[in-house]
Structures are given as C-alpha cells and as structure tokens.
C-alpha cells in the first residue's frame, strides 16, 4: 500500500515537473517570437525591396538562446503569426503574400538559420558553431535570392548582386553578434533553470 502510494506521488511530482519545463518552453518561445517581431520592424529601405533589418541578428539569437528545437519553434510560431495577417515581418508587413512575394525566401530561410545556430551553440567548438551559423545564412539567402529571381522574373547572378550581396557582410557580423551575445544569455539563463 505505502509503495502504491509512493509510486503515484512519484508519478504527480514527474508530471509537475514536466508541466513546469513546458510551461517554461512555452513562455521562451513565445517571448523570442516576440523579439522576432520587434526587432524586424527596424528596417532601412532599400531600392531593391530587401530592406535592411536586424531580422537575422533576431533569428540567429534566438537560435543561440534557445538552441535549436525551441528556436526553430519561436521561429516557425514568428512566421505563423505573420502568415495569418499580423504585421510582425520587416515594414510591419504580414498575410500569406509576404511569404510568396520576393523577399518570402529569406523568411523561409529564417528556419534554417534558427535550425543551424541551435545545432552550433550545443557544439563544444565555439568556431565550428559559428561556421555552422555561417552556413545557416548562406542557405538562408540561398532561398531568398531563388525565390527573389522566381518572382521579378530576373537571373540567378542580377538577384544575388540586388538581394544577396549588399546585405552578406551586416549578416555574418550579425551571426557573430549572435553568438557573442547569445551564449552568454544562454548560460545565465541555463544557470537560472528557465531553459
């Protein structure tokens, strides 16, 4: 009797636990989704229609914070958010047509990053991470300059120069700043139990 007793505290205790860290999760993710959303709305114009913004500083980070499940979450929940109209992309834009316009790519692209930097930040080579994130953006701009030439109708090389190349180099210093950044939030709050 006493062991079947022991047996289901032990069992409510697991599901308290359980429903703490998720609880947890829920609050990370949602917070990173919302950081996504405010520091896109920092945007320089640009006459090509990418503007500049700090959308990859935002995704990179909160690959590097929340590593790469719970990134790639907040990042999917940031896209979804957008998706359905609200205005959280660059220029306080947002609806499906976002997604399918000619910046959309590097949206789509903004999933891999998360996925990459989260893979890098749990890596014990802090250069071999960053290389990671590196090439998280590389495939991240990948999508972003197929789906700008699909789109304005253009050629592989005349999309890359307009919507890739001006923006590499403030994207890989953003990736670094990521990182930077990022593994020291991320261990504070490990420290802390909240991740």
């Known amino acids: 009797m006493k062991q079947l007793i022991k047996s289901e505290t032990h069992e409510k205790?697991?599901?308290?636990?359980?429903?703490?860290?998720?609880?947890?999760?829920?609050?990370?993710v949602g917070m990173f989704a919302a950081v996504l959303a405010v520091l896109s709305q920092i945007s320089i114009p640009m006459p090509s229609g990418v503007p500049i913004t700090l959308q990859t500083f935002a995704i990179a980070l909160t690959g590097v914070v929340l590593a790469w499940k719970l990134g790639v979450t907040s990042t999917l929940v940031y896209i979804l958010i957008g998706a359905v109209g609200v205005?959280?992309?660059?220029?306080?834009?947002g609806g499906l047509h976002v997604l399918v316009n000619y910046t959309g790519g590097f949206i789509w692209g903004f999933i891999v990053l998360a996925l990459l930097c989260g893979i890098g930040i749990t890596l014990k080579s802090k250069p071999l991470g960053v290389l990671l994130g590196f090439v998280g953006l590389a495939v991240c701009h990948?999508?972003?300059?197929?789906q700008f030439m699909v789109?304005?109708?253009?050629?592989?090389?005349?999309?890359?120069?307009?919507?890739?190349?001006p923006y590499l180099i403030k994207d890989?210093?953003?990736?670094?700043?990521?990182?930077?950044?990022?593994?020291?939030?991320?261990s504070?709050?490990?420290?802390a139990g909240l991740i």
């Not at 205005?87 to 834009?93: D, G, I, L, N, Y």
């Open 188 to 191: 504070r709050l490990l420290r």
């Open 87 to 93: 205005p959280v992309f660059s220029e306080f834009s």
């Open 13 to 28: 205790t697991l599901s308290q636990n359980e429903s703490k860290i998720s609880t947890k999760e829920v609050v990370c």
């Open 142 to 146: 990948l999508f972003g300059v197929l």
């Open 151 to 165: 789109v304005m109708k253009m050629s592989f090389m005349e999309s890359f120069l307009l919507a890739s190349a």
């Open 172 to 186: 890989a210093i953003s990736v670094i700043l990521a990182f930077a950044v990022g593994s020291q939030i991320r």
